[in-house]
């Protein structure tokens, strides 16, 4: 199983539905958030492009964070979604400084905290809390090794990216464009 | 023209608008780690070399430094943890990849063994104190024994702690300016000079200072080519490594880094032990000092401006 999110930024509106649904489902604590909306304007008036992307912690495959930790306390359980034992994190902040998408932060409490791809939900067969609420329906997630999943079938018919693949961490949230 | 905005608001202490998760406490242990590496390696490399009498300061006086230095570095990491109850998780496992755990393990043994150092000498060291004790008198005898086998035990650890305080930054390649090969043997050797300046400021025998003096040279000279090279693979690097040799050429670290550091922390007090060398009266504090400044310039302006470097998307 490869759990993959694909989020089609020609749909996306931005209007921070996936930010809020986050925070309520996950009790993020207030002035944090483990996902987040960015609008990126391309070129210079009249001709412009604009995009929208729901942004996140990209469950990378070859996660540098992982990579990084002191402590094991970050590790990638199966599917590929990559999470922290709170009680194993020392909060040393390598893993911090080792994400090129700034997706991880210090939760008030101490530990370091980010997105799960909801595994508390996902276990249970539900979708992520983002992409349940998503009201244009934007958002897909589901398994990449299963050639029958919706998210492959729409990664084999789209033009698609990811954020920063020069970073080498094969990120496994993908945006068709 | 490109644009980028959050719109659904992020401002998270400590990681926007810029990263600074890593504040003042690494950068005085990345140097604290440097100097007491540099220490421990010339008093175990004199100590091997037999020259025990000649250079007093450098196998004996100087080597309390080492341990005092480890501790205060070990509580500036303690204390920028966050969730610090946890610390101990540490050492129930190694992680070969984790550069950090490297580091965790290799300061568990070089900071017993440092102190155990200063131990063996403790008679010679404070020659009015007396260790009341009869089991650590019994244990300082087994210390003096022993202190081949540690001097032999500090020549890899001590090199390990100078490369690891390079490597901890160099693992990250989603800090730019880190994220270069050369960032290892670079604080090796800074890490080593200034453990040379410190001795160099305790030594009072002339010939001890002559001899490291132009051990100093030497390294001097090596550290500035190590920068030359971090600047040859940073400036034939990619869009984001260009940008991140920025801060350093013509940015708002200029000044710091070629100034304080390249100026008057490396070619100054290069020329002064070399005018020393050729006979000149310099007083020796001078160059040593200015290393010893400009060494933990360095690990602030390191820290500091790899952070603000990132990948672009």
Known sequence: MKLAMVIDTKKCVGCSDCVVACQTENDVPIGYCRDWIIETVNGTYPSIELELRSERCNHCSNAPCVRCCPTGASHIVDGGTVLVTHNECIGCGACIESCPYDARFQHPRGYIDKCTFCYHRVSKGKLPACVSVCPTKCMYFGDLDNSHSEVSQLLGKRRYKTLAPEAGTKPQVYYLI | ?313
């Open chain 2, 1 to 313: 023209m490109k644009e980028e905005l959050f719109i659904s608001g992020r401002n998270i202490p400590n990681i926007d608008p810029i990263l600074h998760i890593w504040h003042w406490p690494i950068s005085v242990y990345l140097f604290l780690g440097g100097l007491a590496a540099g220490l421990l390696f010339f008093t175990a490399l004199f100590y091997l070399l037999g020259k025990e009498k000649e250079m007093p300061a450098t196998v004996k006086f100087a080597s309390i430094v080492a341990p005092i230095a480890l501790i205060i570095g070990l509580i500036a990491l303690f204390y920028d943890l966050t969730h610090k109850i946890y610390f101990w998780k540490l050492y129930t496992t190694i992680r070969i990849e984790s550069p950090m755990s490297w580091g965790a393990w290799v300061l568990l043994l070089i900071t017993p063994i440092s102190i155990f150092w200063v131990l063996s000498y403790f008679d010679e060291l404070f020659p009015k104190w007396d260790l009341k004790f009869d089991f650590l008198k019994k244990f300082q005898h087994i210390l003096i024994k022993n202190r081949l086998n540690m001097a032999l035990a500090l020549i890899p650890l001590s090199i390990i702690l100078g490369v690891y305080t390079g490597i901890l930054l160099s693992a990250f390649n989603a800090r730019p300016l880190w994220n270069n090969a050369i960032l290892g043997p670079l604080f090796l050797t800074s890490g080593l000079s200034t453990g040379v300046a410190a001795i160099i400021l305790i030594s009072k025998n002339h010939f001890e200072r002559h001899l490291l003096n132009k051990i100093d040279i030497g390294l001097i000279i090596i550290e500035l080519g190590l920068i030359t090279h971090m600047f040859m693979g940073l400036y034939a690097g990619s869009q984001v490594q260009l940008e991140a040799m920025q801060l350093l050429v013509g940015g708002e670290f200029t000044i710091v880094f070629f100034g304080f550091v390249v100026i008057l922390g490396l070619i100054i007090p290069l020329l002064l032990e070399f005018l020393e060398v050729l006979g000149y009266k310099i007083p020796i504090v001078i160059p040593a000092v200015l290393i010893l400044i400009g060494g933990l310039i360095f690990r602030f302006v390191m820290v500091e401006a790899g952070q603000i470097t990132r990948y672009l998307y």
